[in-house]
């Protein structure tokens, strides 16, 4: 028997990936719908390098989500500014399609 058959592994949350898709949210809604950075090969590899770039966050219950979020403002910069570094990097070598 495998341990993805012996145990549940839904509850193993990592809370930067939350967080790095949020701030994704929130920047691209402050660039031009025309920007080449809304195609989704660009925002994969936006987030891939953010979620890179960003110190995980994991939780596997409700008390790792409440430590989670008093973490959220300490982190909340770290992922800001990997979320716009990975959209200057994809502008400057976007995605071939």
Same mark, same amino acid.
């Given at each position: 028997?495998?341990?993805?058959? @012996? ?7 990592? !809370? ?17 719908? #025309?920007?080449?950075?809304? #195609? !989704? ?7 891939? $390098?953010? &979620?890179?770039?960003? #110190?995980?966050? $994991? @939780?596997?219950? &409700? &008390? /790792? =989500?409440?430590?989670?979020? #008093? ?5 909340? @910069? ?7 570094? /990975?959209?200057? =990097?994809? @502008? ?6």
């Amino acid at each position: 028997m495998s341990l993805f058959e @012996r145990y549940s592994f839904e509850d193993l949350v990592n !809370e930067a990936e939350r967080m790095v898709f949020e701030e994704l949210e929130r920047q691209f809604s402050e660039l031009p719908d #025309t920007d080449s950075c809304k #195609t !989704e090969d660009a925002v994969l590899d936006i987030a891939a $390098y953010a &979620l890179n770039n960003v #110190t995980p966050l $994991y @939780r596997v219950n &409700l &008390l /790792g =989500r409440i430590y989670a979020n #008093t973490l959220h403002e300490k982190h909340a @910069r770290e992922v800001r500014d990997a979320v716009a570094e /990975g959209i200057a =990097r994809v @502008r400057a070598n976007p995605p071939i399609s």
